[in-house]
């Protein structure tokens, strides 16, 4: 038997999912093992998810750590997870995905739409991380809460402020 042949008769290992494993990883802020997926994630990889890895993170994020009604637990994972916020939302396989026409949820949301809708939520501290390094004009973009009670709520206004709305073209790979 040649060796071609061999090798087709082989069992196939599955390939990982990375984007799925990432994603099991954002509610408890495991950094560590992000970062350690990151190499091997394939940009837009997490669309055959409801959430993208950006929006996720973008509404997980954000809370005051050391909010009283909080116990050590809670303030400890928030703070993980605001700074896997800011590990995810500056890393160089994900600025292109930000504001990206081919990289949305199921709410038909871009990642910089879904963190604009969470945003009012945000403490002053993420806040000011997310107008310094992702989109200082991002109070300029408007929601208009549009159907209260329907999973998509908003719509926006002044999007330009988010800057080019980019396309699977610009994703970075």
């Known amino acids: 038997m040649s060796q071609m042949s061999?090798?087709?008769?082989?069992?196939?290992?599955?390939?990982?999912?990375?984007?799925?494993?990432?994603?099991?990883?954002?509610?408890?802020?495991?950094?560590?093992v992000i970062r350690g997926l990151m190499e091997d994630y394939v940009p837009m990889e997490d669309m055959k998810y409801s959430h993208t890895i950006l929006a996720e993170i973008a509404h997980q994020a954000g809370s005051y750590v050391n909010n009283p009604h909080?116990?050590?637990?809670?303030?400890?994972?928030i703070q993980r997870q605001n700074e896997l916020f800011k590990y995810l939302w500056c890393h160089p396989?994900?600025?292109?995905?930000?504001h990206n026409q081919d990289?949305?949820?199921?709410?038909?949301?871009?990642a910089l739409e879904r963190l604009r809708s969470?945003?009012?939520?945000?403490?002053?501290?993420?806040k000011n991380f997310v107008k310094e390094h992702i989109c200082q004009d991002i109070e300029m973009v408007k929601t208009i809460t549009t159907h209260p009670w329907s999973r998509i709520r908003f719509d926006f206004e002044n999007t330009e402020?988010?800057?080019?709305?980019?396309t699977k073209s610009d994703v970075v790979m």
Do not use: W
Not at 93 to 98: D, F, G, T, Y
Not at 118 to 126: A, F, G, Q, R, V
């Open 161 to 166: 402020h988010f800057g080019k709305l980019l």
């Open 70 to 77: 909080y116990d050590e637990n809670a303030k400890n994972r």
């Open 6 to 32: 061999e090798m087709s008769q082989m069992p196939q290992t599955p390939q990982k999912d990375i984007a799925g494993e990432i994603l099991e990883n954002v509610y408890d802020g495991n950094i560590d």
């Open 93 to 98: 396989k994900m600025i292109s995905l930000r």
């Open 118 to 126: 969470s945003y009012e939520y945000y403490c002053i501290e993420m």
């Open 103 to 110: 990289y949305r949820d199921k709410y038909g949301y871009t």
